[in-house]
């Protein structure tokens, strides 16, 4: 069996994925205790967090560049709460504005360079409510960083078509570039299926904080996980609530 790259494949992207569950509660306490009636999620994927928020709110946006991936969402939930649009999220233009603008899952990683992040956030904060958020889901990378190249180890597995799939991983960190280019490699037995490699921009604290405050927001809050605590040196996330700037 062989299969093409999980980000052109959207089924084969949900079976990876769908051990992924921790911070679907942050989501729901998110649109619930800010009383969230109408969101924007930025690289919505499959719909793996729409689906657990949809009821809560009044409307539902994503944004995606994935055609694969727009597709396979509209075609598994039906509800007219759910608008989807597939396009670079940097040069769309929103007719509406929302209480709540969500980036999950590490998603500005994607951007390699720091004014492409403040030029997303900006853009963002054109089409945000004066009262909205903007709630950006980010991992609290350690300075272990600063010296990471990691051989190939064993990550995880899923079942895909029948069968059950290995991921091994390897790291390759850059730190003049501060991206961490990961490739994955797929085994079903001892056949190598597939492997895919993606790079990711590193964004530490100190200056992923600098580029928030660049960009017209104010950080209303940062959490350390998904269970809402404090952050700490060595919490596992940096999940920021922004606002507005008054």
Not at 4 to 33: Q, S
Not at 94 to 103: A, K, M, T, V
Request: a negative charge; hydrophobic letters at 35%; proline letters at 2%.
């Amino acid at each position: 069996m062989e299969f093409e790259n999980a980000y052109n494949n959207p089924l084969l992207y949900d079976k990876e994925n769908e051990k992924i569950c921790d911070d679907i509660k942050f989501w729901e306490l998110i649109v619930k205790t800010h009383n969230i009636k109408n969101v924007l999620e930025v690289g919505c994927g499959t719909g793996r967090i729409a689906k657990h928020i949809i009821n809560y709110v009044s409307s539902y946006t994503g944004i995606d560049m994935s055609k694969n991936f727009i597709d396979y969402f509209y075609k598994n939930f039906k509800s007219n709460k759910i608008k989807l649009i597939c396009d670079n999220v940097i040069s769309y233009s929103f007719n509406q504005r929302f209480d709540c603008i969500i980036l999950p899952a590490n998603f500005i990683s994607h951007f390699e360079k720091n004014d492409e992040v403040e030029n997303l956030l900006y853009r963002l904060s054109l089409c945000l409510e004066n009262d909205g958020i903007i709630v950006i889901d980010y991992y609290n990378p350690q300075l272990r960083f600063l010296d990471m190249n990691i051989e190939k180890v064993f990550c995880y597995d899923f079942e895909y078509d029948n069968e059950k799939i290995r991921v091994y991983e390897s790291h390759n960190y850059n730190e003049f570039k501060q991206v961490n280019t990961i490739e994955r490699f797929y085994y079903s037995g001892d056949k190598l299926v597939n492997k895919s490699k993606l790079p990711i921009r590193v964004f530490f604290r100190q200056e992923l904080e600098y580029i928030i405050n660049k960009s017209e927001l104010k950080i209303n809050q940062v959490y350390g996980d998904y269970d809402c605590r404090n952050i700490e040196l060595y919490s596992p996330k940096l999940i920021y609530i922004l606002g507005l700037c008054s």
